[in-house]
């Protein structure tokens, strides 16, 4: 295939010569990260690194139009932070040589040398015959093709080596010699061209290159050739044969996904004596026992299988294999004892044998390197399951999304991929997906030359449980209890006594797996050992698994919103899977001490996390258990944090509500508010009292007048009274500014900067984000980051600086505020871009992402059943957008809704809403975008000016700007008619509360 785009010998579109020092530079730099592009600020320094013109961004727009007055419109395309070529790697030539390059070494490593030879000549085909030179100019284009000679060298050392490994000495011999010229300290090349001079011009012809590279490098380094070039000197000095392979399976498939555990296999070899592939049953040791079997270069090769083999006949079958360079033991699980003893014996007592072995153990030999062999990865267990599946159904149906979905059930085994493969003869993959419930009864039936251990997953496993002792067995069935993996400590409480020595031998039988985490070492079985194991016969371990989860409550709950909150942030992390099994079990036996000790270590987790999806779910699992509980002194403020929890995550979601948690917590009575939740427990009481609120905050107690000032500020920003928001989370993080509470001084941080962006203060919500951003990083708190992050694009954007905020918004994939995502997060990452498109310049790119916003959020507000007001938010933006950039029309639709849902707002609003839904505010916003709106229309534009100020009274949401602040809507209104514009400022100031409604429904009304 001849690309679209050629860079590397000329520069041409389709065979049409692009013309233009400028322009190709700038093809240049887009070809050189094709699938990202390059930034407006990188591609101006670059094309004009002297002297910029007058208008950068311009300058660079009218470049782009060039580009595509040649090329056409759809080949250079915008993106978030600049340009890049929407063109695939095989149309651009200066990326398909980088393709062919890989693909080359790839069928190399696989042994595949024809489809290599194939892939370069393809590759050195792109330069159409010429050889890469020196950069002619300091050009963006010549150093691109100057990048480039790196991949025009390695395809022509592929293509030589690929013609010496087919026999074609005589065609590989020239190319070898010169590459060996240019590269004298290659040894692969030199080896292959020892091979071909001494097939072509005779042995005597290679053995005095050999002499001749042995003294240059003995002269000049003091060192002597590499072993594989020893061994082909030794090949031609005794006229020795090829290596020769007993036993040696040939593959009847491509081994997929095995690359990087091949090359680490054969380094263990060069290093150790004896290496041991271990891993549990269907994990594939055998095949790559093979692979490395197949590339050794060895003067004998003997795989010798022991499957089949009992106790004493080890010995027999490897003498019959005496002679024997590499010897390949395999399946040795079983007899690993007598193995053991015969391969010690045998590396003492011959130098020259090396010993690869596979297995679920490993022979605890002192010679011994061990290979743990991992699970497959999730695309090579795609690419495995669509493999064999097409091989059973050629024409069968692949959705990506339902066969990810199976194959992220099959832990990465390629025989239960495989298994789960074979089904699809007879089922959809979605059928397969719905199955897998029953993995043990799905999959089953392998292939007929697999051996009979290998025809059920169900058999795979219980040969390795076969294996176990009593005590072996009994723990496996114990730990099967925690899903999410363990710690030794958390064995230790399961399991009692002293479980090390255990826990060792299940991690040689590879039934255990070792892995390190942030929170320390931890184990875990495979997810279907573990159901195979949880299946078995034994004393059933719920009980202590119980027992651990109420312990680890009590120990970790209190951390979290204490001074050194870290390692309890870190361990609950760890061990969430573990604790909502755990809480499920104890919800159904009603085990309320466990149910609050796990509600509140979770609950604090995902308060934390700003998790609310989940923190909700979990007051609702967990609200009648605990309303109803009566604590035993030692579980009394745990159960007061798992309430208090509750009580929080009612409020930020739904308002002052009266629940069960309010009666439980008098029950238990007042606390010292000398903790966070204690503070929090007292200040939530005094929710519907305003006075006794306005006494806490005059408390002598930090903690308690902080939280009670946080509650005050969300009152007064419901009441339209921004400042004194501001001023009452100002005056909270005062409160804290003396304990050592970390997290609390970083959410309210947050508090602080999120009304300061409302209120167009860009400088100082940017630095109470990056004081918040350093201790939510360092808890873990990711939904909570990637929100400050987001923010601190547009803090920067509010005071200006563009560059500032590209900056952060590169470090935000997007705005998720929960794992499920939420109306709230729909297209808020979009709507950032947005607002930095038109900083940039690039008021089409912004407007069209709006568009693609609102679509995204078109039904979302219906859905929900209540408002929502990122989606009033986004489409009063995007109507204000595109009115002020004169193309309200690709958005009439949108424009003409949002009068009457005003409307309804103003005359219906809600009762004790909850903090996070500002209704005046919404009010505001939605009256602006109306305003501007009817700004297009001349008759119309007194009242939309009068509009104007009295959106400015309700207050109006300032995030996203350029488009939302102060200055453009007053710009707007003073352009209409300034004087209308000023006498309603002066009318509607002291206007408040169903006045200040009452007014904006007669604006609604008084509308041509």
Known sequence: MTPDLVLLTRVAHRDREITGARLRDLLALLAGDPRTGCGTGRLIEALWPDEQPENPPKA?????????????????????????????????????????????????????HSAALAHADAGLALWQGTVPGEP??????????????????????????????????????GPLAELAADRPRDEEILVELLRCEAATAGPATALARYDDYRRALRDELGADPGAAVRAEYRRLLHGLTPTVRHG??????????????????????????????????????????????????????????????????????????????LLVLDNCEHVVADVAAVVGDLVASNADVRVLTTGRTPLGLSSEAVYRLPELSLPASVALFEQRARAQRPGVDLPAGEVERVCRHLDGLPLAVELAAARVRIMSVSDLAGRLGDRFGLLRGGARDAPARHHTLHAVVDWSWNLLDPAGR???????????????????????????????????????????????????????????SAARPGADP??????????????????????????????????????????????????????????AVLGGRWLVDSDYPRLTVLTRQTSWALSHYRPEPEFAEVTRGALVLALAATF?????????????????????????????????????????????????????????????????????DLDGALAAARQALGHFSGPDLPWLRSVNHCRVAELCLHLEQGAAARDHLLAALPVMERLGAQSTVAGARTWLVLANLQIGDADEAERWLEGVAAVAYAEEL??????????????????????????????????????????????????????????IAHARHGRLDLVADIAAALPARLHDLLTHPLDNPPPYLVEQTICGTLLLAVATADLTHPDRATGAARMIALAERFRTLHNFQPTMSTAAARADAGKADRRAYEEAVSSYAHLGGPLLRAAAVQALRSRP
């Not at 080359?104 to 042994?111: I, N, Q």
């Not at 000679?149 to 050392?157: E, G, N, V």
């Not at 293509?159 to 010496?164: G, I, P, S, T, W």
């Not at 000398?674 to 005059?698: F, G, H, K, N, Y």
Request: hydrophobic share 45%; with cysteine.
């Open 60 to 112: 660079l727009q009218i470049l782009v139009s060039r580009a595509r007055s040649q090329l056409g419109g759809d080949v250079v395309v915008r993106t978030p932070t600049g340009y890049r070529l929407a063109l695939a790697d095989d149309q651009l030539d200066s990326s398909a040589v980088l393709i062919r390059a890989a693909a080359a070494a790839r069928c190399a490593r696989d042994g595949d």
């Open 542 to 599: 719920t009980g202590a698994l119980l027992d651990w989860a109420r312990e680890f409550g009590l120990a970790h709950h209190a951390h979290l919103f204490g001074p050194e909150p870290y390692a309890s942030a870190v361990a609950i992390k760890a061990e969430q899977e573990n604790l909502q099994h755990a809480l499920r079990l104890a919800v159904d036996r009603d085990d309320r001490p466990t149910i609050a000790a796990v509600t």
């Open 248 to 325: 040696v399976a040939y593959e009847p498939n491509p081994l997929l996904g095995r690359d990087e555990d091949v090359a680490a296999v054969e380094a263990l070899l060069r290093a150790s004596r004896v290496v041991s592939i271990v891993g549990p049953g269907g994990l594939g040791k055998t095949r790559l026992a093979n692979a490395v079997a197949r590339r050794a270069e060895m003067p004998t090769v003997t795989v010798v299988p022991l499957a089949a083999i009992g106790p004493g006949q080890v010995a027999t079958e490897v003498a019959a294999a005496a002679g024997a360079h």
């Open 136 to 173: 002619e100019d300091d050009s963006r284009l010549a150093a691109l093709r100057a990048e480039r000679r790196t991949a025009h060298r390695a395809l022509t050392r592929a293509r030589a080596l690929a013609l010496a490994r087919l026999d074609r000495h005589a065609e590989a011999a």
């Open 822 to 879: 939420e109306s709230s997060s729909i297209g808020y990452d979009l709507g950032v871009r947005a607002e930095l498109a038109f900083a940039r310049g690039d008021s089409d790119g912004g407007l069209r992402l709006w568009r693609r916003v609102a679509d995204q959020l078109r039904d979302a507000g219906e859905a929900y059943g209540v408002i929502d007001p990122w989606v009033m938010e986004a489409r009063s933006v995007a109507v």
């Open 652 to 720: 930020g979601t739904e308002g002052a509500r009266p629940v069960r948690a309010v009666v439980a917590l008098r029950r238990l009575g007042p606390a010292a508010p000398d903790t966070v939740l204690a503070a929090v427990d007292r200040v939530i009481a005094a929710v519907r009292d305003p006075a006794e609120l306005q006494r806490l905050c005059e408390s002598p107690e930090p903690l308690l007048a902080g939280a009670a000032s946080i509650l005050i500020s969300y009152h007064r920003e419901a009441a339209g």
């Open 474 to 532: 009994e723990a496996m069935r114990a730990l099967s209890v925690f899903p999410g993996g363990f710690t030794v400590a958390a064995a230790e409480r399961v399991l009692g006594g002293d479980p090390l020595m255990l826990l060792e031998h299940l991690v040689d039988h590879s039934l255990l797996t070792v892995d390190d985490t942030p929170s320390g070492t931890r184990l875990r079985m495979l997810e279907t050992i573990r159901e195979f």
